[in-house]
């Protein structure tokens, strides 16, 4: 059975630093492009960034440049979304998800979803 499961939420200052993790069964992380989405309350669930099989990241939301990055661990099997320096307008459930090819393809159908981790960035 494949399935992906976040980690790492929680609640978190302003300014602060959060490390979200997405650990997989059944499924070989290394060959796929991982994906981080998140959805905010009463808003669209929206895509944030990618990284392809060859480790290269594609941003998808600009206000996390220079803020967020993915990294993998292919011994753990488990891709992880750093997030530095968070603001409140980044509260918000977080999604790893991959639609099984080894480039980020952007917006489409992702065949496999974890259950989501809450951020909350708060003083």
């Known amino acids: 059975q494949v399935q992906l499961v976040e980690s790492g939420g929680g609640l978190v200052q302003p300014g602060g630093s959060l490390r979200l993790s997405c650990a997989a069964s059944g499924l070989t992380l290394e060959w796929y492009a991982m994906s981080w989405f998140r959805q905010a309350p009463g808003k669209e669930r929206d895509e944030v960034l990618c990284?392809?099989?060859?480790?290269?990241?594609?941003y998808y939301t600009d206000s996390v440049k220079g803020r967020f990055t993915i990294s993998r661990d292919n011994a753990k099997n488990t891709v992880y979304l750093q997030m530095n320096n968070l603001k409140p307008e980044d509260t918000a459930v977080y999604y790893c998800?991959?639609?099984?090819?080894?480039?980020?393809?952007?917006?489409?159908?992702?065949?496999?979803w974890g259950q989501g981790t809450q951020v909350t960035v708060s003083s």
């Open positions: 990284i392809s099989m060859k480790d290269e990241l594609t």
């Open positions: 998800a991959t639609d099984l090819l080894d480039y980020c393809s952007g917006p489409g159908k992702y065949d496999v």
